[in-house]
């Protein structure tokens, strides 16, 4: 199984709701990442988790809150978001190894539209 | 120093012939540079990846040529096809222990007419 999934494929919200995105490999990987996409730019890093721990937050506002229950599952709860955070969100994994920890591989991400 | 100059922007490209991609680097540390191929809606794919003490990396029709005294790489498509159409990040990244951030250079849109 060389997959990343994410679930779920799209989700509209409003500015008072929460909700959860959600991610899994069974690749084994031990470091697992979400990305914030918008249009026409380059992924650009939020959280990096390691061995199930926080390793690097890129100054992502508190709304944004991510949680890695076991070494297979990542999620991103999300609450009170603002209309500019309307994006596709990417999960990603890499696999332990000196060589091997850059190889990043992108889910097929969740459409989020914040309205 | 930590950015990754992508070009060019967009990319138009005859059906059978080369694209070329630029990306060029200012730390001289990065030592991992991913290509990324993304179609529109979906997550970027690992495309081919090179370290820096390979000159040249060749996968199929994608080619991944080095210079590390330039501090410049490119992507190479021979025989392009309407296929390839998507957008291509670079990337630079550098092996440190534990997980390692990617520098995405800000994407080539390529089409490739039929």
């Known amino acids: 199984d060389t997959e990343v999934t994410q679930t779920p494929k799209h989700l509209v919200m409003g500015m008072t709701n929460k909700k959860s995105l959600k991610c899994e490999q069974h690749?084994?990987?031990?470091?697992m990442y979400w990305y914030k996409q918008k249009a026409k730019k380059p992924p650009e890093l939020m959280f990096v988790?390691?061995?199930?721990?926080?390793?690097i937050n890129e100054s992502v506002p508190s709304r944004f809150s991510p949680e890695c229950p076991n070494s297979s599952l990542l999620n991103l709860h999300l609450h009170a978001l603002q209309p500019e955070d309307s994006a596709l969100y990417l999960c990603?994994?890499?696999?332990?190894?000196?060589?091997?920890?850059?190889?990043?591989?992108f889910g097929p991400g969740t459409r989020l539209t914040v309205l | 120093q930590q950015q990754v100059k992508q070009s060019p922007q967009s990319l138009i490209v005859q059906k059978g012939g080369i694209s070329i991609i630029n990306c060029a680097y200012e730390?001289?540390?990065?030592?991992?540079f991913p290509w990324y191929q993304q179609f529109p809606g979906k997550g970027p794919a690992l495309l081919i990846a090179?370290?820096?003490?390979?000159s040249e990396k060749k996968e199929g029709r994608f080619t991944i040529s080095f210079n590390k005294s330039a501090k410049q790489f490119s992507l190479h498509i021979m025989d392009s096809q309407p296929g390839d159409s998507a957008t291509y990040f670079c990337?630079?990244?550098?092996?440190?222990?534990?997980?390692?951030?990617?520098?995405f250079g800000t994407g080539t849109r390529l089409k490739v007419l039929a």
């Open positions: 990603a994994s890499s696999r332990p190894g000196r060589r091997t920890y850059n190889e990043q591989f």
């Open positions: 690749m084994g990987h031990r470091a």
């Open positions: 988790y390691s061995y199930e721990k926080l390793s």
């Open positions: 730390n001289t540390a990065f030592d991992y």
């Open positions: 090179i370290r820096p003490d390979v």
């Open positions: 990337a630079a990244s550098r092996t440190t222990s534990g997980t390692y951030k990617y520098i």
